[in-house]
């Protein structure tokens, strides 16, 4: 894995250093996240699901989520909680939805939620 993301950068160096690649035909030069732009933020992760139970009040999300390689998690149905109670407003079961994780003092939380087509 370390070393596919290796080989993955120094293409993109290369390119840039070459000066003719654009976008390689094939679509290949898909954008790198690289999360370690921005070390001073908390580890954070994407991820997605299909949320299975809201409860705004208590600023909780059940999710049905697919696996989350950042964290090393499998595909699984679990609670996470909001970092803010917005983040879950216009959410409701079934919606399939794209979030945010981070890490926070008391642990992961979600910071940013938006609905998916379904
Ligand atoms: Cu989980």
Redesign the pocket.
Same mark, same amino acid.
């Given at each position: 894995m370390k070393n596919m993301l290796w080989l993955g950068l120094f293409g993109i160096i290369g390119m840039g250093m070459s000066g003719v690649g654009q976008a390689a035909p094939d679509g290949a030069a898909v954008p790198l996240r690289v999360a370690a732009a921005d070390g001073a933020q908390a580890a954070a992760a994407s991820a997605v699901g299909v949320v299975q139970q809201v409860k705004p009040e208590e600023g909780k999300v059940k =999710?049905s989520?697919e696996p =989350?390689a950042a964290?090393g998690?499998?595909? /699984?149905? /679990?609670y996470?909680r909001v970092k803010d109670k917005a983040v879950l407003e216009g959410i409701a079961a079934g919606d399939r939805v794209r979030f945010d994780l981070e890490k926070g003092a008391t642990g992961l939380v979600i910071t940013r939620m938006e609905k998916m087509a379904k």
């Open positions: =999710i989520h =989350i964290l998690w499998p595909a /699984m149905t /679990m996470f």
